[in-house]
Structure formats: structure tokens, C-alpha cells
């Protein structure tokens, strides 16, 4: 089970309990800001059983006829999947000899280089598509989807086409819902009462997931058993709550910029998941943490000296893992050119465990805080509790930081121009003023 170490970090958290208090009682019994979006709050428990066996007899018929899944979504209907797929399956995984289909990642951009390299790595593969999209139509899984349903179409026809395309997507609404509905798509649900950050382990990760071989059970049963530790109503036993505590304490403090840091590359895309919770639910009303992160110890001998004499506004979190499945240990080698025969017979958890602690005390002698988020081995049931953990705590911090955690208005600002800019019915006027702006 996940424990925070919070020593290296600041020297007491108690002064956070009233607010916390009153940031659980909201959550448990969506009463705060944004109580419409915290279906997540419970979902390791009350998911829709019949969608959660669908998903995975989609998954097997997938693995069955593909050699590809293309799936296609952006932010929170991208970030999760790629994340757990990367830290259970490896960065490497469309490379590794498997009995499971690879798995490219389209619609997360607008570079045409991008999508263009997706279409000839899938070639003559057979594939199938998950278009994810709650809303519908964002525009760059909306783009995204007309080429690879041009190809499917062109490749097995509508009809075969249709038995390939999974839509992830409104269970009423939109778009995308209205032409899985027409074309017989099967189709499975993001809650209306689940925003996109926190949708991870709803079908939005879930099939994909499942498509990569991964045991959604013990997923579900980590987040589960992490969800019960989440409810427990005091700062001892809360990790969640020590976390929400810490990252506003030292906010309070003017450490203004969180790095989430982890000795694992394969962690990456978790981060990229990480810095969007924490980034799109408190960056607003010109408040929030800047969420960072770091791949250590490959980041040391790039970011390691900002870190360690830079200007002193950040703070570290750092996620260790139990053991890892080698034992690789290192060679001994009899000229010794290297000086290396000390380490000579030990394991790379040995040598990276004294790295993790050396880095951690000359960071916080540098001046820069260190919590730990001390998790399990890297597993799917580690990986489940890890993922509510920091769902849980970014509700609690958002409501803490006084901000609604569960809306991200400013997301749009960027959409209008791009529309205005590209002509869209409605946007004429927008659309002079910008280009005025723009010399054009
Ligand atoms: O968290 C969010 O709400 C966003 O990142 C969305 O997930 C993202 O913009 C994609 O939206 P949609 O699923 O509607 O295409």
C-alpha cells in the first residue's frame, strides 16, 4: 500500500485538517465546487459491471483479428491509457515480440508527419480503432478519425469497417455518438459525471489497456483497495490527505513549482498524466502549483543542476518502486578501466536505491523539498492505486487550494482562435480581429 514520506519536506501538515476535513466531506458527498464530476469518487466499486465485461470481450476480439489498435483521443481521453500501457507493457512494447496487437496512439496532435507515420506503421496490418471523445468533437481526434475510418472503410468496407470501430464517447450525446449510432459501432460510455483527467479507469483506459494484455481486475482492485484508504477520515492514516496537505503547505511557503520525479522511464506517460490532473484542476483564478517532471536518474545530468542551485521555488515528489522483476547484476571486469569492480556482484536496485537517497538529501540541501510516495512493485494493482491515490488527492488539494478541481474553463481560449483562424461557421468576426492582430 502507498505511504507518503513527508520528513524531508516540511516539519508539520496538522494545520491542513479542518480544511481537509471540509475537502473529503465534499468529495465523499459531492457537495463542493464541481460536485457534478466526482463519479470517479466511487467508480473502483460501482463501475457498470455489464460495459466492464464488454470491454474486456472487445478487448479479446481485438486481440483476435488485429495487429493493431489505433486509438485515437487527446488529454483525458489519451493521457491515462498511454500512461498505464508504457509503465506495465513498457515504452518498447510495439516492439517486443508479443501475441497482443501494437498500439499507436493517434489524434493527440495536429502534426500531419505524425499521423502520416501511424498510417504507414499500421501498412497492410489488419487494425481496429478506438475513437475516444466525450464531447464529440474535438478537433483533433474529430481529423484524426476520418483518415483511419477512410482506411478501415477503403480496407474491409462500411460494414466490415463498423465491426472495427469501438467508440468511447457519451452515453446520449454528441457527434461521435450519433454516428456510432447510425453505423452500428459498438460503443461504450465516459460518464456524465466524470471529467476526462479522472476517466482513466473508465472505458476511455480501460479497453485499450485491455487490448495491451493488462489484468483489469487487479488495475480495479488496487484502486479499489486505495479508495478505502482514501476514505479514512484523518491526516495519520489518509496518504492521500498527507499528500493534499504537503503540496499546499509548501505552496504557502512559495514553492510554487512541483516536479514529479520517478527512476523508472517507464513512468514517463504517468507523468504526462499526472501533470494533467494536477495542471488542469488547480491552474486557474491565477492560483495553482506548476505541475513538472523529471525521468531520473537520465534528467540528473540535464535538469539536475537548476534543481540543485536554480531559483528556489520548486519542491520534488518523488515515486519510488518495490523490487523489480531482474536481478541484474553488474559484471565484474578484470582490467578495471572504469573503477567500477565496487559495484561488482551488486543488483541495479542496489545502485539505484543509493542514487534515489544521495539525490534526495542534496536536493533538500540545496533547498529544494522531498516528499516520497513510496509504492508497490510495478504491477497493475500498484499501478490502480497509485492512479486513485493521485485522483483522490488532487480533488482534496483543488478544494484546499479554494478552486473548483473538477473544470478547466481556460481550456477553450485556444479553441475559439483556432476556429476563428480556420474559418469556422460563427467565428467571422473573431476571426478578422485575430488576423488583424496577426499582420495578416
Ligand atoms: O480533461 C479533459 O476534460 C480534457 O483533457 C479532455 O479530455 C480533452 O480535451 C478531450 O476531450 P474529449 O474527450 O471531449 O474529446
Not at 7 to 12: D, E, L, M, Q
Not at 217 to 222: H, I, R, T, V
Request: charged share 25%; glycine share 10%.
Amino acid at each position: 500500500m502507498i505511504s507518503v514520506d513527508f520528513s524531508k519536506a516540511v516539519r508539520r501538515i496538522d494545520d491542513f485538517a479542518a480544511p481537509l476535513i471540509q475537502a473529503h466531506r465534499w468529495l465523499q458527498e459531492a457537495t463542493g465546487r464541481g460536485n457534478d464530476f466526482v463519479g470517479w469518487v466511487n467508480l473502483p466499486r460501482d463501475y457498470d459491471k455489464e460495459e466492464y465485461a464488454r470491454i474486456k470481450a472487445a478487448a479479446k476480439k481485438i486481440q483476435s483479428d488485429s495487429r493493431a489498435l489505433v486509438v485515437i483521443g487527446i488529454g483525458g481521453s489519451y493521457l491515462g491509457a498511454r500512461g498505464a500501457i508504457d509503465f506495465l507493457c513498457s515504452p518498447n512494447y510495439n516492439l517486443k515480440k508479443k501475441d497482443t496487437p501494437n498500439i499507436y496512439f493517434a489524434g493527440n496532435g495536429l502534426s500531419g508527419d505524425y499521423l502520416q507515420e501511424i498510417v504507414d506503421l499500421v501498412g497492410d496490418d489488419d487494425f481496429s480503432v478506438n475513437v475516444i471523445s466525450k464531447s464529440g468533437t474535438t478537433t483533433e481526434p474529430a481529423v484524426a478519425f476520418r483518415f483511419f475510418r477512410e482506411l478501415l472503410e477503403k480496407r474491409y468496407g462500411r460494414d466490415g469497417a463498423a465491426k472495427r470501430i469501438y467508440a468511447t464517447t457519451d452515453k446520449a450525446r454528441g457527434a461521435l455518438k450519433s454516428l456510432a449510432d447510425a453505423e452500428g459501432y459498438e460503443t461504450f460510455v465516459v460518464p456524465d459525471d466524470v471529467g476526462g483527467r479522472y476517466s482513466v479507469l473508465t472505458a476511455v483506459g480501460l479497453l485499450p489497456i485491455a487490448v495491451a494484455g493488462v489484468d483489469l481486475d487487479a488495475l480495479m482492485g488496487g484502486a479499489a483497495k486505495m479508495m478505502d484508504a482514501c476514505r479514512r477520515g484523518n491526516l495519520d492514516e489518509n496518504p492521500a490527505w498527507q499528500y493534499a496537505a504537503v503540496r499546499n503547505a509548501l505552496y504557502q511557503k512559495g514553492k510554487k513549482i512541483e516536479i514529479l520525479a520517478a527512476y523508472e522511464p517507464a513512468f514517463r506517460f504517468m507523468a504526462e498524466w499526472w501533470k494533467q490532473l494536477y495542471g488542469e484542476s488547480e491552474g486557474k483564478e491565477s492560483k495553482g502549483l506548476f505541475p513538472a517532471s523529471v525521468e531520473f536518474t537520465a534528467d540528473l545530468h540535464s535538469m539536475g543542476q537548476y534543481i540543485q542551485q536554480g531559483e528556489r521555488h520548486l519542491f520534488e515528489t518523488v515515486v519510488r518502486f518495490g523490487p523489480s522483476k531482474s536481478r541484474l547484476k553488474v559484471p565484474r571486469d578484470e582490467s578495471d578501466g572504469d573503477g567500477l569492480n565496487f559495484l561488482a556482484g551488486r543488483d541495479m536496485d542496489y545502485i539505484a536505491a543509493q542514487a534515489m537517497d544521495g539525490t534526495l538529501l542534496a536536493h533538500v540541501e540545496g533547498g529544494v523539498p522531498n516528499l516520497v510516495i513510496q509504492a508497490g512493485e510495478k504491477n497493475a494493482e500498484t499501478l490502480g492505486e497509485l492512479i486513485y491515490f493521485f485522483e483522490y488527492a488532487c480533488g482534496l488539494s483543488g478544494y484546499v487550494l479554494n478552486v473548483n478541481p473538477f473544470d478547466q474553463p481556460g481550456v477553450e481560449a485556444y479553441k475559439k482562435n483556432m476556429f476563428a483562424l480556420l474559418g469556422k461557421p460563427g467565428y467571422e468576426e473573431l476571426g478578422k480581429e485575430l488576423r488583424e492582430k496577426l499582420g495578416r
